[in-house]
């Protein structure tokens, strides 16, 4: 399959500077629920786990898919790994302002995980993602719920240090 990248600026960088604009108003519109050092870990989380699975799966051996407009890591690729930030820390927030039941945390992790294929699907339709060597986005789904039952765990985690402490 031959890829064909788009060197100008265009749909996927707005995209990016769009989403990544849009996730910072919502965090800073929202009203404070958790300290800032557990928000500022909530959102590192998020970041790191996009950042390093990205590149589990996009670099040799494995090789499936390229960010943007080439193979090579560039200053917009990192901004795209920065918008996974704001996503994990609302996950928390969310599920703490709405008080979902452990019960319901797999219905939860669901929707998100279908939310985040969604998006996947949308930004690699404008062509932020680049699928190669037989990846497509059936495969994302398993990782979204994966990562997100992992973030919600450490939510949970946390959530209950919180209350031990009368934070």
């Known amino acids: 399959m031959i890829i064909h990248y ?11 500077i769009g989403m990544l604009t849009l996730v910072i108003i919502l965090l800073a519109v929202l009203p404070r629920r958790f300290p800032v050092k557990w928000a500022a870990v909530f959102t590192l989380y998020g970041a ?4 390093y699975l990205d590149h589990t799966l996009a670099v040799e051996p494995l090789d499936y898919y390229d960010v943007n407009d080439n193979s090579s890591f560039e200053l917009l690729d990192f901004l795209t790994y920065v918008i ?3 996503f994990s820390y609302l996950l928390a927030y969310l599920h703490d302002r709405w008080k979902i039941k452990p019960s319901r945390d797999p219905l939860y992790v669901l929707c998100w995980a279908l ?24 495969y994302s789904f398993p990782i979204y719920l994966l990562v997100i039952s ?8 946390m959530n209950g240090m919180r209350t031990e402490r009368g934070v």
């Open 6 to 16: 788009d060197n100008r600026f265009n749909a996927n960088e707005w995209f990016v």
């Open 84 to 86: 996974y930030g704001p």
């Open 48 to 51: 790191f786990s996009g950042l």
């Open 115 to 138: 939310l985040s294929v969604g998006v996947e699907w949308f930004a690699m339709k404008i062509g932020v993602f680049h699928y190669k060597n037989g990846y497509n986005l059936y």
């Open 150 to 157: 992992l973030s919600l765990l450490f939510f949970h985690k």
